[in-house]
């Protein structure tokens, strides 16, 4: 079993740019798929982005593909969630999951475990 404590949320103006990471322990994340998910108050939780180790494969929401980058480092047994331009709209807890399964999918039920999720506010 993997556990998953993501961190690096804050408050951000519009614009600007976090990096949220997510830590691995337990085991190797590389031998997950690892997603990110948003959930904003009153919203359900959303598809943000994932990634597959095996072959570099990624899929993004339409609503952050182009400002959002999410990569792995092995080394490090870390995922990270790179973001840039942000807008108010992706203010929300972000989640980090993980799927055994080797298949890229966006549902959160399809994934098997989950960290705590870090705070981003992004002011107007």
């Known amino acids: 079993q993997v556990r998953l404590v993501e961190s690096g949320g804050g408050l951000v103006q519009t614009g600007g740019s976090l990096t949220l990471s997510c830590a691995a322990s337990?085991?190797?994340?590389?031998?997950?798929?690892v997603g990110w998910f948003r959930q904003a108050p009153g919203k359900e939780r959303e598809f943000v982005a994932a990634f597959r180790w095996v072959d570099d494969m990624d899929r993004y929401a339409d609503s952050v593909r182009g400002r959002f980058t999410i990569s792995g480092v092995n080394v490090d047994n870390t995922a990270y969630l790179q973001m840039t331009n942000l807008k108010p709209e992706d203010t929300a807890v972000y989640y980090c999951?993980?799927?055994?399964?080797?298949?890229?999918?966006?549902?959160?039920?399809?994934?098997?475990?989950w960290g705590q999720g870090t705070q981003v506010t992004v002011s107007a």
């Open positions: 999951a993980a799927r055994i399964w080797p298949t890229v999918e966006i549902t959160p039920d399809d994934y098997d475990f």
């Open positions: 337990g085991r190797t994340l590389s031998s997950y798929t």
